[in-house]
Protein backbone atom coordinates (compact mmCIF):
# COMPACT_ATOMS: atom_id res chain seq x y z
CA UNK A 1 0.00 0.00 0.00
CA UNK A 2 1.57 3.63 -0.67
CA UNK A 3 2.77 5.50 2.06
CA UNK A 4 0.76 8.73 1.06
CA UNK A 5 1.13 12.17 2.88
CA UNK A 6 -2.66 12.23 3.67
CA UNK A 7 -2.05 8.80 5.28
CA UNK A 8 0.62 10.18 7.26
CA UNK A 9 -1.08 13.32 8.20
CA UNK A 10 -4.03 11.37 9.78
CA UNK A 11 -2.76 7.77 11.13
CA UNK A 12 -4.41 5.69 11.83
CA UNK A 13 -7.01 5.45 8.42
CA UNK A 14 -7.47 1.49 8.81
CA UNK A 15 -10.67 2.53 6.19
CA UNK A 16 -8.10 2.88 3.45
CA UNK A 17 -6.90 0.58 0.93
CA UNK A 18 -3.81 -2.17 1.11
CA UNK A 19 -3.06 -4.07 -1.74
CA UNK A 20 -5.40 -5.63 -4.03
CA UNK A 21 -5.95 -9.08 -4.86
CA UNK A 22 -7.26 -11.39 -7.81
CA UNK A 23 -7.49 -15.89 -11.20
CA UNK A 24 -6.55 -14.33 -14.39
CA UNK A 25 -8.03 -15.67 -18.26
CA UNK A 26 -5.78 -18.23 -19.31
CA UNK A 27 -5.52 -17.00 -22.36
CA UNK A 28 -2.10 -14.45 -23.25
CA UNK A 29 -2.83 -11.35 -24.18
CA UNK A 30 -2.59 -9.56 -27.25
CA UNK A 31 0.36 -7.13 -26.98
CA UNK A 32 1.02 -3.74 -28.77
CA UNK A 33 3.88 -4.67 -30.68
CA UNK A 34 1.50 -6.95 -32.57
CA UNK A 35 -1.08 -4.18 -33.16
CA UNK A 36 1.36 -2.01 -34.85
CA UNK A 37 2.07 -4.77 -37.03
CA UNK A 38 5.61 -6.03 -35.19
CA UNK A 39 6.21 -9.65 -33.83
CA UNK A 40 8.96 -11.29 -32.39
CA UNK A 41 10.12 -8.42 -30.50
CA UNK A 42 8.90 -8.62 -27.42
CA UNK A 43 9.75 -9.81 -23.53
CA UNK A 44 7.15 -11.84 -22.12
CA UNK A 45 6.04 -10.84 -18.62
CA UNK A 46 4.52 -12.79 -15.78
CA UNK A 47 2.80 -10.51 -12.91
CA UNK A 48 2.81 -13.20 -9.94
CA UNK A 49 0.33 -10.62 -7.15
CA UNK A 50 0.73 -11.94 -3.65
CA UNK A 51 -0.66 -11.08 -0.12
CA UNK A 52 2.79 -10.50 1.84
CA UNK A 53 3.73 -14.16 3.64
CA UNK A 54 5.23 -12.51 6.94
CA UNK A 55 3.24 -9.46 6.81
CA UNK A 56 5.25 -6.71 8.27
CA UNK A 57 1.76 -4.43 9.14
CA UNK A 58 2.74 -1.77 6.87
CA UNK A 59 -0.45 -1.92 4.49
CA UNK A 60 -3.84 0.38 6.45
CA UNK A 61 -5.62 -3.14 6.38
CA UNK A 62 -3.80 -5.29 9.19
CA UNK A 63 -4.24 -9.17 8.82
CA UNK A 64 -6.13 -10.86 11.58
CA UNK A 65 -5.81 -14.09 10.05
CA UNK A 66 -2.18 -15.60 10.42
CA UNK A 67 -0.67 -18.08 7.64
CA UNK A 68 2.44 -20.53 8.65
CA UNK A 69 3.98 -20.79 5.48
CA UNK A 70 6.52 -22.54 7.25
CA UNK A 71 4.52 -26.08 8.26
CA UNK A 72 4.94 -28.66 5.97
CA UNK A 73 1.56 -28.68 4.33
CA UNK A 74 2.39 -25.05 2.93
CA UNK A 75 5.93 -25.69 2.11
CA UNK A 76 4.33 -28.61 -0.01
CA UNK A 77 1.86 -26.42 -1.75
CA UNK A 78 4.54 -23.77 -2.52
CA UNK A 79 6.58 -26.63 -3.95
CA UNK A 80 3.65 -27.72 -6.45
CA UNK A 81 2.97 -23.78 -7.21
CA UNK A 82 6.72 -23.02 -8.22
CA UNK A 83 6.94 -26.25 -9.91
CA UNK A 84 3.76 -25.00 -12.26
CA UNK A 85 5.26 -21.25 -12.79
CA UNK A 86 8.24 -23.22 -14.24
CA UNK A 87 6.69 -23.76 -16.86
CA UNK A 88 6.87 -20.13 -17.80
CA UNK A 89 10.79 -20.70 -18.49
CA UNK A 90 11.57 -17.34 -16.78
CA UNK A 91 14.80 -16.36 -17.71
CA UNK A 92 14.99 -13.50 -15.13
CA UNK A 93 12.91 -12.87 -11.58
CA UNK A 94 12.34 -9.82 -10.12
CA UNK A 95 11.33 -9.02 -6.75
CA UNK A 96 9.25 -6.21 -4.95
CA UNK A 97 12.74 -5.10 -3.46
CA UNK A 98 14.13 -1.26 -3.58
CA UNK A 99 16.47 -1.53 -6.84
CA UNK A 100 18.96 0.38 -4.32
CA UNK A 101 19.22 -2.46 -2.19
CA UNK A 102 20.30 -5.36 -5.53
CA UNK A 103 23.67 -5.48 -3.69
CA UNK A 104 22.04 -7.16 -0.31
CA UNK A 105 19.25 -9.13 -2.89
CA UNK A 106 22.84 -10.74 -4.15
CA UNK A 107 24.29 -11.84 -1.13
CA UNK A 108 21.25 -13.41 0.41
CA UNK A 109 20.33 -15.29 -2.88
CA UNK A 110 24.03 -16.22 -3.32
CA UNK A 111 23.74 -17.83 0.51
CA UNK A 112 20.64 -19.65 -0.23
CA UNK A 113 21.92 -21.27 -2.92
CA UNK A 114 25.06 -22.45 -0.88
CA UNK A 115 22.27 -23.89 1.34
CA UNK A 116 21.23 -21.55 3.67
CA UNK A 117 17.44 -21.76 4.59
CA UNK A 118 14.59 -19.66 3.52
CA UNK A 119 12.69 -16.86 5.29
CA UNK A 120 8.74 -16.47 5.49
CA UNK A 121 8.61 -13.82 3.11
CA UNK A 122 7.34 -14.39 -0.74
CA UNK A 123 10.26 -13.15 -1.99
CA UNK A 124 12.06 -15.89 -0.55
CA UNK A 125 9.51 -18.84 -0.65
CA UNK A 126 8.74 -18.02 -4.08
CA UNK A 127 11.30 -15.78 -5.94
CA UNK A 128 14.38 -17.28 -4.66
CA UNK A 129 13.05 -21.00 -4.76
CA UNK A 130 11.98 -20.41 -8.36
CA UNK A 131 15.02 -18.58 -9.47
CA UNK A 132 17.48 -21.67 -7.83
CA UNK A 133 14.80 -24.36 -9.91
CA UNK A 134 14.96 -22.96 -13.27
CA UNK A 135 18.98 -22.33 -13.25
CA UNK A 136 19.30 -18.68 -12.65
CA UNK A 137 22.12 -16.83 -10.87
CA UNK A 138 20.82 -13.89 -9.95
CA UNK A 139 17.20 -12.35 -8.78
CA UNK A 140 16.60 -8.81 -9.62
CA UNK A 141 15.06 -5.77 -7.36
CA UNK A 142 12.70 -3.67 -9.47
CA UNK A 143 10.97 -1.61 -6.35
CA UNK A 144 10.77 1.92 -5.96
CA UNK A 145 10.27 4.64 -3.75
CA UNK A 146 7.95 6.94 -4.69
CA UNK A 147 7.96 11.11 -4.94
CA UNK A 148 5.41 12.52 -3.27
CA UNK A 149 3.59 15.97 -3.60
CA UNK A 150 4.01 16.64 0.04
CA UNK A 151 5.35 14.84 3.37
CA UNK A 152 2.71 14.41 6.52
CA UNK A 153 3.85 17.55 7.98
CA UNK A 154 3.27 19.82 5.08
CA UNK A 155 -0.29 18.17 4.81
CA UNK A 156 -1.58 18.43 7.71
CA UNK A 157 -0.52 22.36 7.58
CA UNK A 158 -2.81 22.09 3.71
CA UNK A 159 -5.73 20.65 6.11
CA UNK A 160 -5.26 23.41 8.47
CA UNK A 161 -5.11 25.71 5.78
CA UNK A 162 -7.67 24.47 4.50
CA UNK A 163 -9.62 25.69 7.45
CA UNK A 164 -10.98 21.12 8.27
CA UNK A 165 -10.39 19.72 11.75
CA UNK A 166 -8.28 16.77 11.79
CA UNK A 167 -10.94 14.74 13.58
CA UNK A 168 -13.74 15.08 11.76
CA UNK A 169 -12.04 14.93 8.57
CA UNK A 170 -10.90 11.60 9.86
CA UNK A 171 -14.16 10.70 10.82
CA UNK A 172 -15.74 11.55 7.02
CA UNK A 173 -12.76 9.79 5.28
CA UNK A 174 -13.78 6.92 8.38
CA UNK A 175 -17.44 6.61 6.68
CA UNK A 176 -17.19 6.09 3.54
CA UNK A 177 -19.60 3.73 2.92
CA UNK A 178 -17.42 2.07 -0.27
CA UNK A 179 -14.19 2.36 2.38
CA UNK A 180 -16.17 0.49 4.49
CA UNK A 181 -17.16 -2.30 1.60
CA UNK A 182 -13.58 -2.69 0.85
CA UNK A 183 -12.57 -3.39 4.38
CA UNK A 184 -15.17 -6.12 4.70
CA UNK A 185 -13.52 -7.43 1.25
CA UNK A 186 -10.22 -7.68 2.64
CA UNK A 187 -11.48 -8.98 5.99
CA UNK A 188 -12.83 -12.11 3.39
CA UNK A 189 -9.58 -12.55 1.35
CA UNK A 190 -7.40 -12.34 4.71
CA UNK A 191 -9.46 -15.25 5.82
CA UNK A 192 -10.00 -17.30 2.81
CA UNK A 193 -6.06 -17.16 2.40
CA UNK A 194 -6.29 -19.73 5.41
CA UNK A 195 -9.01 -21.89 3.63
CA UNK A 196 -7.12 -22.40 0.21
CA UNK A 197 -4.12 -23.78 -1.00
CA UNK A 198 -1.62 -21.17 -1.89
CA UNK A 199 -1.98 -22.23 -5.51
CA UNK A 200 -5.91 -21.57 -4.90
CA UNK A 201 -5.75 -18.46 -3.40
CA UNK A 202 -3.06 -16.51 -5.76
CA UNK A 203 -5.20 -17.56 -8.96
CA UNK A 204 -8.46 -15.62 -6.93
CA UNK A 205 -5.89 -12.89 -5.91
CA UNK A 206 -4.28 -12.82 -9.62
CA UNK A 207 -8.14 -12.84 -11.48
CA UNK A 208 -7.91 -9.66 -14.10
CA UNK A 209 -11.48 -9.02 -12.04
CA UNK A 210 -10.68 -9.01 -9.20
CA UNK A 211 -7.66 -6.69 -9.83
CA UNK A 212 -10.19 -4.07 -11.14
CA UNK A 213 -12.48 -3.99 -8.45
CA UNK A 214 -9.44 -4.09 -6.03
CA UNK A 215 -7.93 -0.90 -7.72
CA UNK A 216 -11.60 1.11 -7.00
CA UNK A 217 -10.35 1.18 -3.75
CA UNK A 218 -7.94 3.89 -4.59
CA UNK A 219 -10.83 6.35 -5.11
CA UNK A 220 -12.72 6.43 -2.35
CA UNK A 221 -11.53 7.35 1.68
CA UNK A 222 -8.86 10.18 1.15
CA UNK A 223 -9.07 10.25 -2.65
CA UNK A 224 -12.71 12.36 -1.91
CA UNK A 225 -10.20 15.34 -0.94
CA UNK A 226 -11.10 16.77 -4.38
CA UNK A 227 -12.45 20.31 -5.38
CA UNK A 228 -13.71 21.30 -2.00
CA UNK A 229 -9.99 20.32 -0.55
CA UNK A 230 -7.56 21.92 -2.92
CA UNK A 231 -7.84 18.24 -4.54
CA UNK A 232 -5.42 17.12 -1.48
CA UNK A 233 -6.28 13.31 -1.71
CA UNK A 234 -5.90 13.14 -5.50
CA UNK A 235 -2.90 14.75 -5.50
CA UNK A 236 -1.95 12.23 -2.61
CA UNK A 237 -2.70 9.52 -4.45
CA UNK A 238 -0.17 10.65 -7.34
CA UNK A 239 2.81 8.51 -5.32
CA UNK A 240 1.09 5.33 -5.45
CA UNK A 241 0.85 5.76 -9.08
CA UNK A 242 4.60 7.24 -8.99
CA UNK A 243 5.69 4.62 -7.74
CA UNK A 244 4.63 1.73 -9.93
CA UNK A 245 5.62 4.01 -13.22
CA UNK A 246 8.96 3.59 -11.67
CA UNK A 247 8.60 0.13 -10.76
CA UNK A 248 7.77 -0.43 -14.80
CA UNK A 249 10.64 1.36 -15.36
CA UNK A 250 12.76 -0.83 -13.64
CA UNK A 251 11.23 -3.43 -15.68
CA UNK A 252 11.90 -2.13 -19.11
CA UNK A 253 15.50 -1.87 -17.75
CA UNK A 254 15.70 -5.33 -17.37
CA UNK A 255 13.86 -6.34 -20.35
CA UNK A 256 15.12 -7.52 -24.13
CA UNK A 257 13.58 -8.88 -26.36
CA UNK A 258 14.26 -12.74 -25.60
CA UNK A 259 13.10 -12.53 -21.65
CA UNK A 260 10.28 -13.99 -19.82
CA UNK A 261 10.23 -12.01 -16.85
CA UNK A 262 8.12 -12.82 -13.86
CA UNK A 263 7.81 -10.66 -11.27
CA UNK A 264 6.72 -11.36 -7.60
CA UNK A 265 5.04 -8.13 -6.35
CA UNK A 266 2.03 -7.39 -3.70
CA UNK A 267 -1.08 -7.58 -5.54
CA UNK A 268 -2.24 -4.09 -4.65
CA UNK A 269 0.23 -2.94 -7.65
CA UNK A 270 -1.06 -5.43 -10.34
CA UNK A 271 -3.69 -2.63 -11.51
CA UNK A 272 -1.30 -0.41 -12.72
CA UNK A 273 1.28 -2.80 -13.52
CA UNK A 274 -1.18 -4.50 -16.05
CA UNK A 275 -2.62 -1.30 -17.63
CA UNK A 276 1.24 -0.70 -17.98
CA UNK A 277 2.55 -4.49 -19.80
CA UNK A 278 -0.74 -4.21 -21.76
CA UNK A 279 -0.26 -0.91 -23.16
CA UNK A 280 3.45 -1.45 -23.45
CA UNK A 281 5.34 -2.55 -26.96
CA UNK A 282 8.06 -4.04 -25.47
CA UNK A 283 6.18 -6.27 -23.52
CA UNK A 284 4.06 -9.23 -23.63
CA UNK A 285 1.82 -9.65 -20.89
CA UNK A 286 1.21 -13.60 -19.99
CA UNK A 287 -1.48 -14.72 -17.29
CA UNK A 288 -0.57 -16.77 -14.02
CA UNK A 289 -4.05 -19.49 -14.86
CA UNK A 290 -1.87 -20.17 -18.61
CA UNK A 291 1.10 -21.77 -16.01
CA UNK A 292 -0.84 -22.95 -12.28
CA UNK A 293 -3.97 -24.75 -11.76
CA UNK A 294 -5.80 -25.40 -8.23
Avoid at 68 to 78: A, H, M, T
Avoid at 250 to 256: P, R
Avoid at 268 to 279: K, Q, S, T, V, Y
Wanted: hydrophobic share 40%; proline share 5%; charged share 25%.
Amino acid sequence: MPNRAIIRALIPLSMLVTGGCGSPAARPQVGTAEYLGVRGTQAELLLLGVFHFDDAGLDAYKPRFRLDILSPERQQELDRLVNQLARFRPTKVAVEVRRSEQPRLDTLFQRYLRGDSLGPNEIYQIGFRLAKQVGLTRVYAVDAEARSYLSGDQAREEIAALGFNLDSLLRRIQQDPWSLRYQELYSRDDSAKTLRTIGAHLLYVNDPIRVRVGHGAYLEGSFKLGPDAAYLGVDDATSWYNRNLRIFSNLQAISSPSDRILLVIGAGHLPILRFLAEASPEHRLRNMAEFVTQ
